[in-house]
């Protein structure tokens, strides 16, 4: 039985000013993959690579164990991109209609529960909501009939901390029946560090790592320290060192045996965003 639903394998697309890179990642069944990097990194043209909205120049794509030139997704997947693509003058009842005519598998009783979970006017028209409002209807409706891949590209943006906080835990109740899996595409990295179980960073066009995400956050550490400390410690034990005004900062993969072996020196924890800008802002050789 395929273990992922979707895999990624030396993926290349060259543009005349960028080029995306020998890519290769799986998204697990029963799985929470975020994907992270700065603008221009590669995110939402790997995502439309998926989606074949473009067409790879090398590589494999499969989605659920079938090449995605050929796979009819519109049913089996669910996309929210950073914008929301419904006309103004719709209301959600409009919405309704449209989608259950495109989806062979929209359960409207399952869309009027989102409406009212998520507080959403039913005789509004859609350009009198917020943004988060329109955020929160995006991803209603990709929820809505039933996907078994949803694939989210900043689908966070826009929404207030509690807003997020709930739709969070959406994605999470999503991912339960150990089938559904989700990509998720963001810049808030506090929201990949709450709720995926793996994390890829792209920089450049190409996966920098493709790791467990309990093991970036639990075991990944800053070491902060002098010049004069920071002598002391051998280039064995860290794998990105910068310079900052106030002292030299050294990534590290195993905090607990940095704090046992360094004694003298403060180790601290690691965030996903303090890992995440240690790679794309690139390590410096400190000099004595």
């Not at 050294?250 to 890992?275: G, P």
Request: aromatic share 10%; glycine share 6%; net charge negative.
């Amino acid at each position: 039985m395929e273990k992922n639903n979707v895999l990624v394998q030396n993926l290349y697309k060259n543009f005349d000013d960028f080029s995306l890179k020998d890519v290769s990642f799986c998204i697990p069944k029963g799985r929470i993959v975020g994907f992270i990097g700065e603008n221009g990194a590669g995110k939402s043209t790997t995502i439309n690579l998926i989606l074949n909205e473009l067409k790879k120049d090398d590589g494999k794509i499969e989605i659920f164990g079938v090449d995605n030139a050929t796979y009819s997704i519109k049913n089996d997947i669910g996309i929210v991109f950073d914008e929301c693509n419904f006309h103004d003058i719709f209301t959600v009842k409009h919405i309704s209609k449209i989608l259950s005519g495109i989806y062979t598998s929209w359960d409207d009783t399952l869309y009027q529960h989102y409406l009212e979970k998520f507080k959403l006017p039913l005789k509004k028209t859609i350009g009198s909501f917020s943004k988060g409002m329109k955020m929160k209807l995006s991803i209603i409706c990709a929820m809505a009939h039933r996907p078994k891949l949803l694939i989210l590209d900043e689908a966070t943006t826009g929404l207030d901390p509690v807003s997020r906080d709930e739709i969070l835990d959406l994605f999470l109740e999503f991912i339960q029946d150990e089938e559904h899996s989700i990509f998720f595409s963001s810049h808030i990295t506090s929201d990949i560090q709450k709720i995926a179980d793996y994390v890829i960073l792209i920089h450049k066009g190409e996966i920098v790592f493709e790791e467990q995400k309990d093991n970036l956050i639990y075991n990944y550490g800053i070491i902060r320290c002098g010049k004069e400390k920071f002598k002391t410690i051998s280039q064995d034990d860290y794998l990105i060192c910068k310079q900052t005004n106030m002292s030299i900062e050294c990534l590290v993969d195993d905090k607990e045996t940095a704090r046992r072996k360094y004694k003298d020196v403060v180790v601290d924890n690691a965030t996903l965003e303090d890992i995440m800008l240690f790679y794309i802002k690139g390590g410096i050789l400190c000099e004595d």
